[in-house]
């Protein structure tokens, strides 16, 4: 029966990795998959999280299961990292979940048994897997406008003019910050439109924050979440700590819902805990330790912080630089839009057949809608980059 099976289509950021691997050109440059990497193109292990690993080994005495909705610290440490204080604790139930991508399955999932006839509004352009996930699961998915290809910058008109058609029940899929693939973002006033509009309408908000700590710091990320969360009365979450913690192959992220009272949040959280039965049971448990543990330890959290925004900052010197050497090698100011956008990500508006002539004539690796991983230019790598760009773009 195998023989049913369509060949498998490549995922159109993993599948980069591989063809990049494959290329034997030395000066080589890898901008697809959202990882940081150093001056050397190595994503480091961060040193508050070697030290929280080192104290687990000495001090963790049995791997018994832990609850089916994960470790009650990493939960609720998670749960005010993000949210801080926007809304009361107890209307909050959370799941520790293998990475944010499996927050967002679980979040799906929930949706299945909630409302399986609503729709699912997902930007023009997002993540790929928001689309796949929510086709695969069978929903109805509605794009909404996102992106101005002309100004690299959100399209406030547009968007606002799509949520029109937004119904009571319909799901609508937020990035929280730093958004993936553009890296341009919502402003606060628009959020504070939007958070009208939902609880206007009925809507459903989901909101996937993957970056928190990328673009203007922790507090500041997650400032149009809480906004959000402290005024309506439900409300989705899917949280990664893949990005922020470094620990992307131990998949570690969490769902939350936030219910309208105590009560309903102890309803919802039981039916969560089902769901991480019937679809794995146990989320992994050693990255969530980690984090776990960093966040209630004062000294590791402080330095996990300052690792953090080393991070942060690295991305936004890269953003300038970059921005500066494009206007040097093109003669122009098109590019200054990198350096307003924010997170991991910008998406730089080249066609199909400059991204595909900077892979093969210059090797460098953007995904197909010239989306770049701002990190890959660490080490100085951003000269280069605008040199091709700047032969393969002719721009004014
Ligand atoms: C990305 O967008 O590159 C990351 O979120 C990694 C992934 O799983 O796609």
Redesign the pocket.
């Known amino acids: 029966m195998f023989e049913k099976f369509q060949p498998a289509k490549a995922d159109p950021?993993?599948g980069l990795s591989k063809i990049f691997q494959a290329d034997p050109r030395t000066e080589k440059i890898d901008l697809g998959?959202?990882v940081y990497k150093d001056d050397n193109g190595i994503t480091p292990v961060m040193s508050s999280v070697k030290k929280a690993e080192a104290r687990l080994l000495q001090e963790q005495n049995s791997k018994a299961y832990v609850s089916l909705a994960g470790a009650e610290l990493f939960r609720d440490q998670m749960r005010d990292l993000v949210l801080g204080d926007a809304v009361a604790a107890d209307r909050v139930a959370t799941l520790q979940t293998p990475g944010g991508?499996g927050a967002i399955r679980q979040i799906f999932e929930s949706m299945k048994v909630l409302n399986p006839d609503c729709t699912i509004w997902i930007s023009d352009p997002s993540?790929p897997?928001h689309m796949s996930m929510a086709t695969h699961m069978g929903f109805k998915i509605r794009g909404y406008s996102y992106f101005d290809n002309e100004t690299r910058l959100v399209d406030t008109a547009a968007m606002m003019a799509s949520f029109q058609d937004l119904k009571a029940g319909d799901l609508l899929l937020l990035h929280g910050c730093c958004h993936?693939p553009t890296g341009a973002n919502i402003d606060i006033d628009t959020w504070k439109a939007i958070t009208d509009l939902v609880i206007e309408k009925g809507a459903m908000p989901f909101i996937d924050i993957?970056y928190q700590g990328f673009g203007d710091g922790l507090d500041q990320d997650a400032a149009p979440l809480r906004y959000m969360a402290s005024r309506v009365p439900e409300m989705f979450i899917a949280a990664s700590c893949s990005k922020n913690f470094g620990l992307y192959r131990d998949r570690v992220g969490i769902a939350m819902i936030i219910a309208k009272d105590a009560s309903t949040a102890e309803l919802v959280q039981g039916n969560l805990a089902v769901l991480n039965r019937l679809n794995y049971s146990f989320a992994p448990d050693h990255g969530a330790a980690v984090v776990g543990m960093i966040l209630a330890d004062a000294d590791l959290r402080a330095e996990w912080m300052a690792e953090l925004e080393q991070m942060r900052m690295t991305m936004l010197t890269i953003r300038q630089d970059l921005a500066n050497a494009l206007r040097q090698q093109c003669n122009s100011d098109h590019f200054d839009f990198i350096a307003h956008h924010r997170g991991m990500f910008s998406r730089l508006g080249l066609n199909a057949e400059q991204v595909l002539s900077l892979r093969e004539d210059h090797g460098m690796y953007l995904v197909g809608d010239s989306r770049i991983n701002i990190a890959g230019l660490a080490g100085k790598r951003h000269l280069p980059f605008a040199i091709a760009v700047a032969k393969v773009a002719a721009v004014s």
Do not use: D, M
């Open positions: 950021i993993l998959v959202g991508t993540w897997s993936n993957a």
